[in-house]
């Protein structure tokens, strides 16, 4: 076994703390990367503190995950020592349903395994995640990242980047969409770029006016400050596509009536509880309200070439691993820019 070193919840809401642990030798068709960089996202909150429900712990969390190949096994063909290399949000799947035959490894019927918090696909063997200095993965379910990149900036588009890039491509966004991206954070900024580098008109739909200089600089062509009526009025039956990132409780229905005929509303975000949606909001203007989870594997690889030849990036603030606990209490309070990302070497 491999002697691992990293950070782990050991119990829910529990600060996280240095835990060492192993994982599997190099099989024939695995990949072992030592981890440089390993970004924050906020699902890593709510499962550390077992706020959806049945966290495992000890957990070491992690999914948006950048480093070097540093060795491969025999039958391994897509990578080889010093190749830079990524690991997202998933590292298994059953590969033979319906869902994983099509490339939606996220959807799989039978059993997708989480990168953390999640069993492998013996249903036993616990998952431990990027905040950690190894990890070893199965060649299918790691990603190839250009040398083009900043590579700490490209560590949150393996969940940041993925989870906006694949509605986007999903409901064929391009010129002559309006496009409004809900809530201007870790998953909002990446839709700001990747909609605008696709041609559509973005607009920001913010409750901070703050945030309107940032919006325009990501790339934004409008800004609509949500609390003040006459701007919300001003896009009403106005917008073809709407990315809701918005983790926290907020009316849907509001955001329903900016979109027009046929105009589809993708959640992205996890508030703690379920939207109640007026039904007329949809029937009225023949909408749509949709879901979206991460991306497939290849979907993924997909992202990650557009971002190389767009020179598309997070923005990012790197921490020390030290500072992981005092990192979650300031996402919190929305006091990031955009996207936490941790320095490995800092372990």
Same mark, same amino acid.
């Given at each position: 076994?491999?002697?691992?070193?990293?950070?782990?919840?050991?119990?829910?809401?529990?600060?996280?703390?240095?835990?060492?642990?192993?994982?599997?030798?190099?099989?024939?068709?695995?990949?072992?990367?030592?981890?440089?960089?390993?970004?924050?996202?906020?699902?890593?909150?709510?499962?550390?503190?077992?706020?959806?429900? *049945?966290?495992?712990?000890?957990?070491?969390? @992690? !999914?948006?995950? /950048?480093?070097?190949?540093?060795?491969? +096994?025999?039958? &391994? #063909?897509?990578?080889?020592?010093?190749?830079?290399?990524?690991?997202?949000?998933?590292?298994?799947?059953?590969?033979?349903?319906?869902?994983?035959?099509?490339?939606?490894?996220?959807?799989?019927?039978?059993?997708?395994?989480?990168?953390?918090?999640?069993?492998?696909?013996?249903?036993?063997?616990?998952?431990?995640?990027?905040?950690?200095?190894?990890?070893?993965?199965?060649?299918?379910?790691?990603?190839?990242?250009?040398?083009?990149?900043?590579?700490?900036?490209?560590?949150?588009?393996?969940?940041?980047?993925?989870?906006?890039?694949?509605?986007?491509?999903?409901?064929?966004?391009?010129?002559?969409?309006?496009? *409004?991206?809900?809530?201007?954070?870790?998953? @909002? !900024?990446?839709? /700001?770029?990747?909609?605008?580098?696709? +041609?559509?008109? &973005? #607009?920001?739909?913010?409750?901070?006016?703050?945030?309107?200089?940032?919006?325009?600089?990501?790339?934004?062509?409008?800004?609509?400050?949500?609390?003040?009526?006459?701007?919300?009025?001003?896009?009403?039956?106005?917008?073809?596509?709407?990315?809701?990132?918005?983790?926290?409780?907020?009316?849907?229905?509001?955001?329903?009536?900016?979109?027009?005929?046929?105009?589809?509303?993708?959640?992205?975000?996890?508030?703690?509880?379920?939207?109640?949606?007026?039904?007329?909001?949809?029937?009225?203007?023949?909408?749509?309200?949709?879901?979206?989870?991460?991306?497939?594997?290849?979907?993924?690889?997909?992202?990650?070439?557009?971002?190389?030849?767009?020179?598309?990036?997070?923005?990012?603030?790197?921490?020390?691993?030290?500072?992981?606990?005092?990192?979650?209490?300031?996402?919190?309070?929305?006091?990031?820019?955009?996207?936490?990302?941790?320095?490995?070497?800092?372990?």
């Amino acid at each position: 076994m491999i002697q691992v070193k990293g950070y782990a919840a050991p119990q829910a809401k529990a600060p996280l703390a240095p835990f060492n642990f192993e994982r599997r030798e190099v099989g024939p068709f695995d990949v072992q990367i030592e981890i440089q960089y390993c970004g924050v996202c906020h699902s890593d909150i709510h499962q550390v503190r077992d706020e959806w429900g *049945g966290s495992i712990f000890p957990m070491v969390p @992690g !999914h948006e995950i /950048v480093g070097k190949v540093i060795k491969v +096994g025999e039958k &391994v #063909t897509g990578f080889k020592a010093g190749d830079l290399a990524g690991v997202g949000c998933l590292v298994d799947s059953c590969r033979t349903c319906s869902s994983c035959v099509q490339g939606y490894e996220q959807y799989c019927e039978v059993h997708w395994v989480g990168t953390y918090n999640s069993v492998e696909m013996d249903m036993k063997t616990p998952t431990y995640g990027g905040y950690s200095n190894q990890i070893v993965v199965d060649e299918s379910f790691v990603l190839s990242i250009s040398d083009k990149l900043d590579l700490k900036r490209v560590a949150p588009l393996l969940c940041a980047g993925i989870t906006t890039y694949s509605p986007l491509k999903e409901w064929k966004i391009g010129k002559g969409h309006k496009v *409004g991206v809900l809530g201007l954070g870790g998953l @909002g !900024h990446m839709a /700001v770029k990747l909609a605008a580098s696709m +041609g559509a008109e &973005v #607009t920001v739909l913010s409750t901070s006016p703050s945030k309107e200089k940032d919006a325009k600089d990501l790339g934004a062509h409008k800004f609509v400050v949500t609390k003040e009526e006459e701007q919300l009025k001003g896009v009403t039956n106005y917008f073809d596509f709407i990315i809701d990132t918005v983790s926290a409780e907020h009316d849907l229905n509001v955001y329903l009536n900016l979109l027009r005929l046929n105009g589809t509303m993708v959640l992205l975000g996890v508030p703690p509880e379920s939207p109640k949606i007026q039904t007329f909001n949809l029937i009225a203007k023949r909408r749509r309200l949709a879901g979206s989870l991460i991306g497939g594997i290849k979907e993924t690889q997909e992202m990650l070439d557009y971002c190389a030849e767009h020179n598309i990036m997070s923005d990012v603030e790197i921490v020390s691993m030290n500072q992981i606990n005092e990192a979650y209490e300031r996402m919190l309070k929305g006091d990031v820019h955009y996207r936490f990302v941790i320095d490995m070497a800092t372990l």
